[in-house]
């Protein structure tokens, strides 16, 4: 995971790491994580809201474990989701909530809790959120229903750009 605030050069101007795939696409971004971390990529995938959504609900959920510092959890009222400790079931739209959260002051004086390390937290529950999908996937049960795959296919189909080839 990369720090979303991390600031880089990018083309001459410094920035957030975030805002290098919108000022320059894949082949800017890829280059400035090649940059930063030393390690040398030789394939990228952009997927989608959409399709992370739809991968999640064609396993029929995720379980994820909440280990928040905070007895009630998590809470990020700006996308307006709460998550409670321990083991949670999370459908395709719970786990973009949850990979999404993070705790910025809001406008209004609602309080965020729960994610006392900020973006590191954030990037934590995505790892466990990607893990618990890989897992899933990897048992093979998900790929040997053909229901499931075409599932799993559809949701990718439009929903992804990458440099993959057959």
Known sequence: SIPRDLYV????????????????????????????????????ALINYAAFKSLI????????????????????????YQVGNGVQHLNGTDALLLVRCRNDPTYDGR?????????FDRATNQRKVLVALLTKIGTGQALANPATLQTIIDGLSGNVTSDFTA
């Open 9 to 44: 050069n990018v083309k001459g101007s410094y920035m957030k790491i975030n805002a290098a795939y919108e000022y320059g696409g894949l082949d800017t971004l890829q280059s400035i994580v090649e940059s930063v971390t030393g390690l040398t990529i030789n394939h990228r």
């Open 57 to 80: 609900d064609a396993v029929g959920g995720v379980d994820v474990d909440i280990g928040s510092p905070d007895p009630r959890g998590i809470y990020d009222p700006m996308i307006g």
């Open 111 to 119: 309080v965020a809790y729960g994610l006392p390390n900020g973006d």
